[in-house]
């Protein structure tokens, strides 16, 4: 069961998770990090969430993490990543990472058939461009279609159609919905993939992730004894605890970071 979570409230689990040895923070960056803004390209990490991630990824056995469905480039992008930065990247529900110090890790799996994404791109950006408010995002193995700036019935509408050429053309494609967002990738992998190998990678003994859509509750369902998941805003989740949004992360991290701190001293 989904638990609120008190800011200022001393939380076992919380605790628990800050004292473990090696402490992997893994965050959705739309909706968890940053607010849902209109312009998909404009998000950009609060400032308190920032300080935060810039205090836990300082500490020692401490990474930080985003794990994100947009493509790598954009990620860097939207996260002002650098690439001295400590934060380590999963971008496309975890078919792609950044890791400090080494860069883009090689690619896995199999390629996406030449020529299928842009063949997929030159049928569905005319569907779009038809409906206004609805927004084409390509991707590194696929495409978005995003209706932030579009009322309900453009969205259901623009939905349906690219649904319908999906399924016609590449019915083996992954698709997923979220808030105000639909996607489709040739790739399989989800965020549990990505909890996999930053687990791996890091020989984390607890990861902290949190996220606010469907596809975040894919890495909730395969947290381990020791870890924690957070979910951001309303919403079924097999997540321990709940937050109301972005600004409560950011007194989530803090807390977390308090405490780590503490204990390592």
């Known amino acids: 069961m989904t638990r609120p ?14 004292r473990t040895d090696r402490l992997v923070v893994a965050l959705d960056f739309d909706g968890t990090a940053s607010p849902l803004v209109a312009d998909p390209m404009a998000a950009r990490a609060l400032p308190e969430v920032a ?5 836990l990824a300082a500490l020692p056995e401490t990474v930080v993490a985003y794990v994100s469905g947009r493509s790598m480039h954009d990620l860097r992008v939207i996260t002002e990543h650098t690439d001295d930065s400590p934060i380590a990247l999963a971008g496309s529900h975890g078919a792609q990472f950044w890791y400090p110090g080494e860069g883009d890790a090689a690619a896995t799996g199999d390629p996406t058939e030449e020529g299928a994404r842009e063949e997929l791109w030159a ?5 779009i461009a038809r409906y206004e408010g609805a927004e ?15 009322d309900p019935e453009t969205e259901k509408q623009v939905f349906a159609e690219i649904d319908a050429l999906v399924a016609d053309r590449f019915p083996h494609w992954r698709r997923r919905s979220g808030h105000r967002v639909l996607e489709f990738s040739s790739r399989a992998e989800g965020k549990d ?11 984390a003994t607890g990861i902290l992730f949190a996220g606010d ?3 975040d509750e894919d890495a909730m369902r395969v947290l381990q004894p020791g870890d924690l998941g957070v979910r951001v805003g309303p919403g079924e989740s097999a997540a321990a605890l709940r937050v109301e949004d972005p600004q409560q992360i950011a007194l989530l991290l803090q807390a977390l970071a308090d405490e780590r701190s503490a204990s390592r001293e």
Do not use: C, N, Y
């Not at 590194?140 to 579009?150: I, K, Y």
């Open 213 to 215: 859509d469907v596809t």
């Open 193 to 203: 993939a990505a909890m996999g190998a930053l687990r791996e990678r890091f020989d």
């Open 123 to 127: 049928a569905a950006k005319p569907i």
């Open 136 to 150: 084409f995002e390509p991707k590194t193995f696929g495409m978005g279609v995003h209706t932030r700036r579009a």
């Open 5 to 18: 979570w008190t800011p200022g409230a001393p939380d076992a689990d919380l605790s628990a998770l800050a």
């Open 51 to 55: 300080v935060q991630i810039d205090r």
